[in-house]
Antibody, heavy 119, light 112 residues
């Protein structure tokens, strides 16, 4: 069974940093592209970042470029999102999502981890 | 950036009736390789999103065949036949043809 489990969320002050993790199981993690997507409280979905299977290709939303860094450790079946210079508007549930191999869609999602940026 | 516009934003449907959600993109979603990476996601209350349709009309594994997708270019539709109580939630279209990937605003489906 494919599982994605996010962790690392919490309360942080504006300007602070946080590192999110997403641990994968039930599939060969190293073969799949991954993404981060976030959802502010009561709002819609916002794509955040993309990382290819071998980490050679990375993209970011303009809203996080220069502040967030995505990475992965295929040996540990883990995806990461380092978030620096956090702002109030970064408050959201952060989901990791797998890209399927047959049609570029986000086929499996984690349960999400809540990041709250507040003083 | 490609803007995804969904209509309606809310939908109230009688059990057993059908529902239709429209999604329009600000530019063509046909990828240079010929595919169109338009998918539909369902988010039930308190749950993460769940993939239901990808590449316009392909059903994801385990999704009831009451869900179907159609469209081309810039206009797409999700149809739910014989709506059931478990279909309550918010539905999003999403384009992955171009970066940044973008989502529609979401359409909230409720039972009348």
């Amino acid at each position: 069974e494919v599982q994605l489990v996010e962790s690392g969320g919490g309360l942080v002050q504006p300007g602070g940093s946080l590192r999110l993790s997403c641990t994968a199981s039930g599939f060969t993690f190293s073969r799949y592209t991954m993404n981060w997507v976030r959802q502010a409280p009561g709002k819609g979905l916002e794509w955040v970042s993309y990382i290819s299977a071998g980490s050679s290709t990375i993209y970011y939303a303009d809203s996080v470029k220069g502040r967030f860094t995505v990475s992965r450790d295929n040996a540990k079946n883990s995806l990461y999102l380092q978030m620096n210079s956090l702002r109030d508007e970064d408050t959201a549930v952060y989901y990791c999502a797998r890209v399927n191999s047959f049609g570029y869609a986000f086929d499996y999602w984690g349960q999400g981890t809540l990041v709250t940026v507040s003083s | 950036d490609i803007v995804m516009t969904q209509t309606p934003l809310s939908l109230s449907v009688t059990l057993g009736q059908s529902a239709s959600i429209s999604c329009r993109s600000s530019q063509s979603l046909v990828h240079s390789g010929g595919n169109t990476f338009l998918s539909w996601l369902q988010q039930r209350p308190g749950q993460p999103p769940r993939l239901i349709i990808y590449k316009i009309s392909d059903q994801f594994s385990g999704v009831p065949d009451r869900f179907s997708g159609s469209g081309a270019g810039t206009d797409f539709t999700l149809k739910i036949s014989r709506v059931e109580a478990e279909d309550v939630g918010v539905y999003y279209c999403m384009q992955a043809t171009q970066f940044p990937h973008t989502f529609g605003q979401g359409t909230k489906l409720e039972i009348k």
